[in-house]
């Protein structure tokens, strides 16, 4: 997120110095600390994500084979059967792959900073979120717009409730099921029901 200063500063850079920098990019495909508002690529590749995400949104929702095509063009790797329904956002698009068979319902946010992999089968309850992106706790440093990302894995045939939020830097193992609105900040293996914030295991699945 942009604050007014970090808006100036993007502006100026822009706009005065015309001027490419690639090394914050790099540094966030590295995981490490990055400026998201002094690299004009990754500025440009956030605006194209965000204008097709727009245009997906605005369609009717009768309109399958176009919405299908945009969220091709959205996401770096899909599967050929998905289905995503209206409203989706995501910052960038090319970190994140789709399994065969993903599903995910309203209001969908994926902030891919990093990479986030769904596996087949997976199905998304609404409103739910996965935030790669990570800010640092010293107050020094976070005030210089700087932020990291790490990625988020979901294995396959994963089932996500409601309202659910997976942080940075989780595993989801395959066959687990997490709980609506739970928040989940650390890895959960496979075969696991998973509920609560913070996301706790309360049973093991037998499948």
């Known amino acids: 997120m942009l604050n007014t200063i970090t808006c100036k500063?993007?502006?100026t850079h822009i706009f005065k110095h015309k001027k490419i920098l690639l090394n914050e990019k790099q540094k966030m495909l590295n995981e490490e600390f990055y400026n998201p508002s002094l690299d004009y690529i990754l500025f440009k590749e956030r605006q194209n994500c965000k204008s097709l995400c727009h245009k997906f949104n605005q369609l009717y929702p009768e309109n399958l084979k176009e919405r299908h095509k945009l969220i091709k063009q959205i996401i770096g790797k899909t599967g050929s059967i998905f289905m995503v329904e209206q409203p989706f956002m995501c910052d960038y698009g090319y970190n994140i792959t789709f399994?065969?068979?993903?599903?995910s319902?309203?209001?969908?946010?994926?902030l891919d900073c990093a990479k986030v992999t769904f596996g087949k089968n997976v199905m998304v309850g609404p409103n739910c979120g996965f935030y790669t992106t990570m800010h640092p706790l010293k107050t020094s440093v976070r005030i210089q717009n700087l932020q990291f990302a790490k990625p988020i894995v979901v294995e396959d045939n994963v089932w996500f409730g409601a309202n659910v939020i997976v942080l940075a830097g989780v595993t989801i193992g395959k066959n687990s099921v997490i709980g609506a609105g739970s928040v989940v900040r650390?890895?959960?293996p496979e075969n696991s029901?998973?509920?609560?914030?913070?996301?706790?295991?309360?049973?093991?699945?037998?499948n």
């Open 105 to 110: 319902n309203h209001n969908l946010l994926i």
């Open 99 to 103: 399994g065969e068979n993903f599903a």
């Open 186 to 188: 650390k890895s959960i």
């Open 193 to 206: 029901l998973a509920v609560g914030n913070p996301c706790r295991i309360i049973k093991k699945i037998n």
């Open 9 to 11: 500063q993007l502006i």
